[in-house]
């Protein structure tokens, strides 16, 4: 069995040596922008559960760019956290976007100018969550940059009362890998895949976190996000 971290940085390498990767640089420790993304995004919104979601979470990887500006075209709204979740998520709905400005609005530089923070209690139902990744197996495990940002992302939305939605995440055919890797209690895996190539129905047999293993939460990361503390006093409140 590979760790994970083998397995980052095999890819990463393969997407340089293969010429795959593209625009953020240096790709290593990221998610990484990847040939293939815009059609890998296009097979997502052919999804039932794609068409029928009204509010749809998403990373804020560049990877990911192409997906977030459609599902604003589509009139759907979009939910992107913070970088490292520091004040939450940002909320992007469709008519606060000028047509032909939904590319520019689901931008990390620009998003702030067309979508606002909000507080936990005003978050609404999530239908569907995109992951970005740098490792994906078929059966539905999935290996990130590392840091669990998106693990705790999903976490915080079930401490919220959100139910179980899918999840899906949009990589170069080359980041599907074979190998053997472990998966944590806190691990979030994925319902699709979607390549350059088309779709990969993951077979589900891992269950995704219900919540937050506070046990596994640090001091150290409760003040520096501190959303934590929001979803602590959030789940004290409803008591």
């Known amino acids: 069995m590979k760790s994970k971290d083998e397995i980052r940085h095999e890819i990463w390498d393969t997407l340089m040596n293969e010429k795959l990767a ?104 999530i239908d569907m969550i995109i992951s970005g990744s740098v490792a994906v197996h078929r059966d539905g495990r999935r290996i990130g940059k590392g840091e669990g940002y998106a693990d705790r992302e999903y976490a915080i939305i079930r401490e919220l009362g959100n139910p179980h939605v899918p999840v899906v995440t949009t990589v170069n055919s080359v980041q599907v890998v074979e190998d053997d890797f472990p998966i944590g209690s806190y691990d979030v895996t994925l319902d699709w895949i979607a390549t350059e190539d088309g779709l990969i129905k993951t077979d589900g047999k891992y269950e995704k976190p219900n919540g937050i293993l506070w046990d596994q939460v640090t001091e150290k990361e409760m003040e520096e996000m501190p959303v934590l503390q929001e979803v602590k006093q959030y789940i004290a409140r409803k008591k």
């Not at 794609?50 to 939910?79: F, H, M, N």
């Not at 032909?100 to 609404?124: D, F």
């Open 22 to 125: 593209r625009f953020p640089f240096p790709i290593k420790h990221r998610i990484p922008n990847f040939k293939g993304a815009e059609k890998a995004a296009h097979f997502i919104t052919t999804l039932d559960t794609y068409k029928e979601a009204k509010v749809i979470k998403s990373s804020p990887d560049s990877p990911q760019l192409p997906l977030r500006a459609q599902i604003l075209k589509d009139g759907k709204t979009l939910l992107v956290p913070t970088p490292r979740l520091k004040a939450g998520f940002i909320m992007v709905k469709p008519e606060w976007v000028p047509t032909g400005e939904e590319r520019k609005a689901a931008s990390l530089s620009h998003i702030k100018n067309y979508g606002k923070e909000i507080p936990l209690v005003e978050m609404p139902r």
